[in-house]
């Protein structure tokens, strides 16, 4: 069993950022990928963001290009998503899950929360207009 923590979310107003943190034990070892997820009351959750450990890849929702980041740091067991010009329809509970087991067709299946393993609890995220 895997734990992840995420951390960072918070209130903001429209063009400001925030910087989500998920941190477990086990990132620096043998897991495929990290995504981070969000789901806005009432909405499905959807893929955000993931990167993949063994060569770095990134890939992100369209309607987030370009504003946010993700990124790691091995060292500290912890993948990031840096948000920037954030918009009202960014709030929602955001979520960090990793997948262990290598899956081709990546670049397709990475948004899909049924390829993720394990899973964090989520983190607040509030942009008021």
């Known amino acids: 069993q895997v734990q992840l923590v995420e951390s960072g979310g918070g209130s903001v107003e429209t063009g400001g950022s925030l910087r989500l943190s998920c941190t477990a034990p086990?990132?620096?070892?043998?897991?495929?990928?990290v995504g981070w997820f969000r789901q806005a009351p009432g909405g499905e959750r959807e893929g955000v963001s993931c990167?993949?450990?063994?060569?770095?890849?990134?890939y992100y929702l369209d309607s987030v290009q370009g504003r946010f980041t993700i990124s790691r740091d091995n060292a500290k067991s912890t993948v990031y998503l840096e948000m920037n010009s954030l918009k009202p329809e960014d709030t929602a509970v955001y979520y960090c899950?990793?997948?262990?087991?290598?899956?081709?067709?990546?670049?397709?299946?990475?948004?899909?929360?049924?390829?993720?393993?394990?899973w964090g609890h989520g983190t607040q995220v509030n942009v008021a207009s």
């Open positions: 086990g990132l620096t070892s043998d897991y495929f990928a």
């Open positions: 990167i993949r450990r063994h060569d770095g890849n990134t």
């Open positions: 899950a990793t997948r262990w087991g290598m899956r081709p067709s990546w670049n397709t299946r990475w948004r899909l929360a049924s390829e993720y393993t394990y």
